[in-house]
Nanobody
Framework: QVQLVESGGGLVQAGGSLRLSCAAS????????MGWYRRAPGKQPELVAG???????NYADSVKGRFAISRDNVKNTVYLQMNSLKPEDTAVYYC??????????????WGQGTQVTVSS
């Protein structure tokens, strides 16, 4: 079993910055992929950013150049640095990890979600 604990959400004015963190704990062989998704009211969930075990990253077009994802493989933690925030970034942000278990099976785990609100 894997537990994810998110932190860092909050209320910020447009143009401001926030940093989200998501720490994974439990028994597993390796965390393969880590990412951040968001769900805004009335919208479908979307992948914001992802990062592989090797450090390759991908971003939604709407956040390229403003957000940066990173991970610390020792601390099993993924971060999302969000700069130049816009009101349309307002959403609940969810951490996702794809874990390789001790039995060498892959499972997805989700954080509890953290609210990010950007005021205009």
């Amino acid at each position: 079993q894997v537990q994810l604990v998110e932190s860092g959400g909050g209320l910020v004015q447009a143009g401001g910055s926030l940093r989200l963190s998501c720490a994974a704990s439990g028994s597993f062989f390796r965390i393969n992929h880590m990412g951040w998704y968001r769900r805004a009211p009335g919208k479908q969930p979307e992948l914001v950013a992802g990062i592989t075990n090797g450090g390759s990253t991908n971003y939604a077009d709407s956040v390229k150049g403003r957000f940066a994802i990173s991970r610390d493989n020792v601390k099993n933690t993924v971060y999302l640095q969000m700069n130049s925030l816009k009101p349309e970034d307002t959403a609940v942000y969810y951490c996702n990890t794809r874990v390789l278990t001790l039995q060498f099976r892959e499972y997805d785990y989700w954080g509890q979600g953290t609210q990010v609100t950007v005021s205009s």
